[in-house]
C-alpha cells in the first residue's frame, strides 16, 4: 500500500487529524492495510483526516495520472472556495448574480472567491458569468476509498461508512474475518457498502461496495486538493 501521510496539525498542505488510538482496532488497520492488493497501483493514504464527517480511518486515493502538475495558486483554495467550485461544476454555467442567490453570498465576497478559483485555473469568467473547466484537468482522484475498521462492533462501522459515502467513491468497513455474516452482508448491500475482512495475515474484499460518482460534494474536493499537494508538482499553467 502507499505511504500513509503524516498529518502536522493545522498545516495548510495537509489535512488536519487526530493520532490514532493504539489498540487492537489501530492494530487491525495496520495490518490488514500492509496485506491489501490495490492491484499493482500505490494510493495516498490519509489516516484519520478530520471531515465535515468525521474523522474516517483511511482514506485512500487512487490518482488517474502519476505525472500531476498543479498551479500554485489552488494552494490559496479552503473550504468556501470548495464549496462554491463543486456547485460551479454541478451546474456547469450560471450567472454571478445566480451563484449570489443560490449560495447567499455577499457580491463582494463571491468575487473573491471566483477571481481566487480563476487564478487557479478551475472555472471560466466573462461578462459576469462562470463556467466550470474540465473536470478531467481539475479533479486528479480516480477512486476515493473511505475504510472503517472495527474489531466487534459492525453496526457502528457501517454507520461510519455510509457517513463517508457524502464524500468516497466507494465506502468500506473492516472487520476481522469472525464478524462476517449473513446479518452483516445484507445491511451492508442496503446502504451499498463494501466488506473487506482480515484472518489474520491477508485481507481481501469479500462485498464489493456501491461506486459512486465524484466528485459527490466540496467533501471529495477537499480530498482532492489534499492529494493534489501531496502527490502533484507545482507549475505554472
Same mark, same amino acid.
Given at each position: 500500500m502507499g505511504a500513509s501521510i503524516?498529518?502536522?496539525?493545522?498545516?495548510?498542505?495537509?489535512?488536519?487529524?487526530r493520532k490514532p488510538t493504539p489498540g487492537p482496532e489501530a492494530e487491525l488497520l495496520d495490518a490488514a492495510l500492509a496485506s491489501y492488493d490495490w492491484e499493482g497501483r500505490a494510493p495516498v493514504v490519509f489516516r484519520e483526516p478530520q471531515m465535515p464527517t468525521g474523522f474516517p480511518d483511511v482514506i485512500a486515493v487512487l490518482l488517474r495520472d502519476r505525472n500531476l502538475l498543479?498551479?500554485?495558486?489552488?494552494?490559496?483554495?479552503?473550504?468556501?472556495?470548495?464549496?462554491?467550485?463543486?456547485? *460551479?461544476?454541478? *451546474?456547469?454555467r450560471t450567472s454571478e448574480s445566480r451563484l449570489a442567490t443560490s449560495l447567499r453570498l455577499?457580491?463582494?465576497?463571491?468575487? %473573491?472567491?471566483? *477571481?481566487?478559483?480563476?487564478?487557479?485555473g478551475?472555472?471560466?469568467?466573462? %461578462?459576469?458569468? *462562470?463556467?466550470?473547466?474540465s473536470l478531467a484537468r481539475a479533479f486528479v482522484a480516480r477512486h476515493i476509498v473511505a475504510v472503517e475498521a472495527k474489531i466487534r462492533d459492525w453496526h457502528r462501522a457501517i454507520e461510519q461508512a455510509v457517513a463517508n459515502t457524502w464524500?468516497?467513491?466507494?465506502?468500506y468497513v473492516l472487520l476481522p474475518e469472525k464478524s462476517w455474516s449473513p446479518a452483516l452482508r445484507d445491511?451492508?448491500?442496503?446502504?451499498?457498502v463494501g466488506v473487506i475482512v482480515y484472518d489474520g495475515q491477508t485481507s481481501s474484499i469479500?462485498?464489493?461496495?456501491?461506486?459512486?460518482?465524484?466528485?459527490a460534494?466540496?467533501?471529495?474536493?477537499?480530498?482532492n486538493e489534499w492529494t493534489l499537494r501531496h502527490a502533484g508538482r507545482p507549475a505554472i499553467e
Amino acid at each position: 500500500m502507499g505511504a500513509s501521510i503524516p498529518l502536522a496539525f493545522g498545516d495548510t498542505w495537509t489535512p488536519r487529524g487526530r493520532k490514532p488510538t493504539p489498540g487492537p482496532e489501530a492494530e487491525l488497520l495496520d495490518a490488514a492495510l500492509a496485506s491489501y492488493d490495490w492491484e499493482g497501483r500505490a494510493p495516498v493514504v490519509f489516516r484519520e483526516p478530520q471531515m465535515p464527517t468525521g474523522f474516517p480511518d483511511v482514506i485512500a486515493v487512487l490518482l488517474r495520472d502519476r505525472n500531476l502538475l498543479f498551479n500554485p495558486a489552488r494552494l490559496k483554495l479552503r473550504e468556501e472556495h470548495l464549496r462554491l467550485l463543486h456547485h *460551479v461544476h454541478a *451546474v456547469q454555467r450560471t450567472s454571478e448574480s445566480r451563484l449570489a442567490t443560490s449560495l447567499r453570498l455577499k457580491p463582494a465576497k463571491l468575487s %473573491d472567491l471566483l *477571481v481566487d478559483l480563476e487564478a487557479a485555473g478551475l472555472i471560466r469568467r466573462a %461578462d459576469r458569468r *462562470v463556467a466550470a473547466r474540465s473536470l478531467a484537468r481539475a479533479f486528479v482522484a480516480r477512486h476515493i476509498v473511505a475504510v472503517e475498521a472495527k474489531i466487534r462492533d459492525w453496526h457502528r462501522a457501517i454507520e461510519q461508512a455510509v457517513a463517508n459515502t457524502w464524500f468516497a467513491s466507494h465506502s468500506y468497513v473492516l472487520l476481522p474475518e469472525k464478524s462476517w455474516s449473513p446479518a452483516l452482508r445484507d445491511r451492508a448491500i442496503e446502504h451499498g457498502v463494501g466488506v473487506i475482512v482480515y484472518d489474520g495475515q491477508t485481507s481481501s474484499i469479500r462485498l464489493g461496495a456501491e461506486e459512486r460518482a465524484i466528485p459527490a460534494s466540496y467533501g471529495s474536493w477537499l480530498v482532492n486538493e489534499w492529494t493534489l499537494r501531496h502527490a502533484g508538482r507545482p507549475a505554472i499553467e
